[in-house]
């Protein structure tokens, strides 16, 4: 039996939402958009213009909650906890009218999945360190497998996640 060495803290949130609102817009209803690393979310999201952004990158969110995405990563229960952690603030974020963008989750049933051509993904990936070829076909097939479990719809572009996304208000 596995013992979980990291003990979480679910804290106050509203400082960090705070700050979050001067960047980002809150909506009437939030979304969440989920994609394997290396497809260009963060470019995405940094590259909105206007003074206040529509969607959030998920890293930069969870980063300032207090979630360590890579922590414990050999203890299965810590992982599992960790990432389970993602789920409750993506739904959290969702529920105050945020548009999230991001890959982190442990079964959440996001709005919209990303998935670009394999040729495109291995492209952006080449700038990522931390990726390789292995890597990202062990991803596409995780999220791939993911949408299937959830029917969650699958796009190729960003920009056509979010084209469905408006189209549901």
């Not at 690393?37 to 470019?43: D, V, W």
């Not at 995405?44 to 969607?55: M, P, T």
């Not at 079964?107 to 993904?121: G, L, R, S, T, W």
């Amino acid at each position: 039996m596995s013992k979980v060495s990291s003990k979480f803290m679910f804290v106050n949130g509203s400082k960090v939402y705070n700050k979050f609102n001067k960047k980002y817009k809150k909506h009437k209803k939030g979304y969440v958009i989920l994609g394997p690393p290396g497809i260009g979310k963060s470019t995405f999201v940094r590259r909105q213009e206007g003074e206040l952004k529509d969607w959030i990158d998920a890293d930069d969110l969870f980063s300032k909650l207090g979630v360590k995405w890579h922590q414990n990563e050999n203890n299965r229960d810590d992982f599992k906890l960790n990432y389970m952690r993602c789920d409750y603030m993506l739904e959290q974020s969702k529920l105050l009218g945020y548009r999230i963008i991001g890959a982190l989750f442990w079964e959440y049933k996001a709005d919209a999945v990303v998935m670009p051509p394999i040729n495109v993904h291995r492209e952006y990936a080449k700038s990522r360190p931390d990726l390789n070829k292995k890597k990202v076909d062990v991803l596409r097939k995780l999220f791939r497998d993911h949408a299937k479990k959830f029917k969650i719809p699958i796009f190729e572009t960003i920009e056509d996640a979010i084209i469905y996304i408006n189209k549901k208000k």
